[in-house]
DNA sequence: TGTTAGCACTCAGTAGCTTGGAGTGCTAAC
DNA sequence: GTTAGCACTCCAAGCTACTGAGTGCTAACA
């Protein structure tokens, strides 16, 4: 069978109004549209093709159609087809402040971000914090506080920025301190994760004398950071914006989404699958099934990322049912990265 | 009306089977213990005084009884003075991975601390940040990152670090950034964010002549991790634990309960309040509206002051129905705290 | 050939009714 | 002071009937 100008018309007018309603439509509603004036028996027999096409299905017998997710996806293609060509009729959201602010505190910025698009959109909001892929070491700063206490500021490229405090059994002399640290940044400095192999510890170990003890420690802080780079933090926000769609939280789910939710490991690992594919700067969206997330099964999910420049990047995501506005929601994210893009590709001309 | 022993022993039993349960608890099943072995009739002449008095309710004519606020209050109070005396019999937490690691990251720690209070005790968990009222500046630091970038590093006294990365015109001379940050850490160390008034500040700019404007800017950045101190943060844990509580889910109140949960601006002006009366390390029990919290009026909140010496401290508290299980929640704090103090109080002898 | 009117049918949801069970308060007897 | 007995209340669950929305199918129409 054929899917014709006027079927399509018909299921982007269910799609639209299951959209705003969330009640299966039925063929009095679409007939008594503007560009659908049929009768409502004209409506049922293209309806029985469409769902023969497995694009809308009825709830059951009596009732109105919804889209399947096979329908939703046809409508998303189109819709993001012709995104392309269109610009945005949006207003911008009100980022300029967040924006323009001085932005020394990305992760301060991304969760504000989130809360923005949170309510904004009336969905759930998810940010991975900032990642870079195999980052190196750029900067180590050693200094000592007080009697037992030694600081370490870790710094990685793409300014990743963490601080360490160790407790020491002696304050080391101030000479030797620099000394030390001179050492550590001339060997150090460049190096990702895995160039800083046995080897060169030993021989740094070796070269630090007395103080090898503490070498071995700050390499360890050194890893750490490292480390939690890689296992990047998640910010949600918005989640008890499930609560508006019945259809979300109708038996246990409610729970369910919102564990998930909040722990955030498992919503981790699936962002991370969720986008390996798409190219730079793309948005993909996720209907239904397609989520790799199973309590997440009833919804879709938008994805887009973000780029602070210098290789730094990381996902953001909206989570929704799978009737959500998809248009807005994908217009508002390209607004998001535009704003994000001006801001950061371009350093402060 | 007196409240003699039998009547006691028999508003606790109703208490104890109505935490178990969630249900209404009638005549016929108090007769049934070991200790009330008196027919029905008895215990429900006695239910009437015990209503009369105002400690227990009917949710409708033909139910078992239900403890009010009062009735709990009672409970609770009776049993805080009991504890005094009783050690704990509840095994410790499974916390000592976590305080035998050496502990750099004391945000880490908290957050891990809620989770496992969380999952232990089935309730719901939010810690406020460790806070330290009118903190000092420590100890600050200057170094050059790259052309235009100025890493700013401030600590505080309880070393609270935050770092700063300011966006400036020119690289500055290493001998001149020495010369900033011997001037700025002889001023400035050891005073207060009330300390630093504008008398000093001009004096300041003025000494260090070109750099005026970079010595405001780094100014700023230590207003802003004063302000961060102040402004502590706050994590919850545990939170899709209140499904477990059908008398806190019904109707909207899910949506709400964890509204206020994810935005915890409230929850922190609440907890502040919370325990402002209480003394060092004692635990307070606030019981349905005791709760400052409007959202959590049909709850009961635990709460327990935790020090990380140096006068660092924050708060704890474990919200659950009313109906939760004072005496294993507030062991757990106890439990929970001495571990902390243990090993910050003594700091590794 | 595509469109429309009409009609019988299905089904979810709601309201009303009945019934059973749990629990109470009261009274009278022990 | 304690207990047995009894009438009473009320919730919850199950049943029935009804309504309204919506469908599929057939036959007539342009």
Redesign the interface.
């Known amino acids: 069978m054929e899917l014709d100008s006027r079927k399509k018309a018909i299921l982007y007018a269910i799609i639209e109004n299951y959209q705003e309603t969330g009640e299966p439509v039925g063929s009095r509603t679409i007939s008594k549209l503007d560009n659908l004036k049929f009768s409502p028996a004209t409506i049922r027999n293209e309806m029985a093709d469409l769902e023969e096409m497995g694009l809308i299905v009825q709830p059951h017998t009596s009732a109105g159609r919804i889209p399947t997710d096979k329908g939703y996806r046809l409508y998303v293609d189109r819709m993001l087809e012709e995104q392309k060509a269109r610009n945005s009729e949006l207003p911008a959201l009100p980022m300029n402040d967040l924006l323009s602010r001085?932005i020394?505190?990305v992760e301060e910025l991304l969760v504000k971000m989130a809360q923005i698009l949170a309510t904004n959109t009336n969905y759930t909001t998810m940010v991975t914090g900032p990642h870079y892929r195999k980052n190196k070491l750029?900067?180590l700063?050693l200094?000592s506080?007080e009697e037992?206490?030694l600081?370490v500021?870790v710094?990685l490229e793409g300014?990743i920025?963490k601080?360490?405090?160790?407790?020491i059994d002696e304050k080391p002399d101030p000479q030797e301190l620099l000394n030390l640290s001179f050492l550590l940044n001339n060997k150090l400095n460049g190096l990702s994760l895995e160039d800083i192999n046995l080897g060169l510890i030993s021989a740094l170990k070796e070269e630090a004398g007395n103080f090898s003890d503490l070498v071995s420690r700050i390499l360890d802080?050194v890893a750490e950071t490292f480390a939690q780079d890689e296992s990047y933090p998640i910010y949600t926000?918005?989640?008890?914006n499930i609560?508006r769609y019945p259809e979300l939280t109708g038996g246990?789910r409610?729970?369910e989404l919102?564990?998930t939710l909040?722990e955030k490991k498992e919503l981790g690992t699936a962002i991370g699958q969720l986008s390996e594919g798409g190219s730079k700067q793309d948005i993909q969206v996720f209907i239904g099934d397609e989520v790799p997330v199973d309590s997440m099964k009833d919804c879709s999910v938008v994805t887009a990322t973000y780029s602070l420049g210098e290789g730094v990047q990381g996902k953001i995501g909206i989570i929704g049912p799978k009737r959500m506005n998809y248009q807005k929601v994908v217009d508002t994210l390209k607004d998001t990265m535009n704003q994000l893009d001006k801001v950061f590709t371009k350093?402060?001309e």
Chains 1, 2 share one sequence.
Do not use: C, M, W, Y
């Not at 601080?163 to 407790?167: C, Q």
């Not at 926000?237 to 008890?240: H, V």
């Open positions: 001085r020394d505190r750029k900067f700063q200094s506080l037992e206490k600081l500021v710094v300014n920025v601080n360490h405090i160790l407790t802080a926000s918005g989640a008890p609560f246990d409610a729970s919102i564990s909040e350093p402060e």
